[in-house]
């Protein structure tokens, strides 16, 4: 009897699937954070007559067979890619990307991993960072006699100064696309790494074909669709008493076969 197995099966994966939806509701207020989705797939079938056999008793052939299921495996835990609502801030080195694209940020290794989180910081020396200190590419710096700062769309960094009519300019964010986004390789604190299945980045200007667009003074919400998240608890819940049933309905049968006498 495989239905214990089955069952089983079931049960872990709706364990997995409560994991991913509660994950979902912990980063509600992360900022440019996009919800996952645990994918499913059936396992292999116990062929106990093939489709299109030829019959032996009547020379027929079957039209359908004996497939039986052997349980549930994960597939895939993907991401829903999906806009998040730009929230107002009034920060002049609070970012939002606004359509496709993420930021380049060097990382302590040397290497380079991509955000959307706009929350960006200055060190004591004027670079601007992230909040956790990377450096955000290509590396601009702030004067400390600058009185204020201004981004537009396509990422340019402008400087004003006591006595200065016109602002300089200090430099140029870039965005970076993939061709595969569920690709990349999510690391923690907002960060993702390019990998085999991300593709290379393509980098490129903000507002550029292809790339979205920078809003200075805004942050991207998460994209958590709390409703949808509590929906989803519920069925992954029933889904998972229902499989403890079929446990607890094959053991009440399992338990008359041995007591035959």
Known sequence: MNALQIAASGMSAQQMKVDVVSNNLANMSTTAYNARRADFADLMY?????????????????????????????????????????????????????????????????????????????????????????????????????????INSDGEVYAYFEGQLNPTQLGQFTLAVFTNEKGLEATGSNLFLESAASGPPIAGAAGGEGFGLLRQGYLESSSVDAVQEITELIKAQRGYELNAKVITAVDQMMSTATQVK
């Open 46 to 150: 116990q062929q106990i007559q093939k489709p299109g056999v030829i019959s032996s008793e009547g020379g027929t052939m079957l039209p359908t067979g004996v497939q039986l299921g052997m349980g549930v495996r994960p597939a895939s835990v993907s991401v829903v890619l999906q806009q998040g609502v730009l929230s107002e801030t009034g920060g002049d080195l609070d970012l939002a990307v606004q359509g496709k694209g993420y930021l380049e940020v060097t990382l302590p290794s040397g290497g380079t991993a991509f955000t959307r989180d706009g929350g960006l910081k200055r060190t004591a020396d004027g670079l601007i960072v992230t909040s956790d200190g990377y450096q955000v590419n290509p590396g601009i710096t702030i004067p400390s006699d600058a009185k204020s700062i201004a």
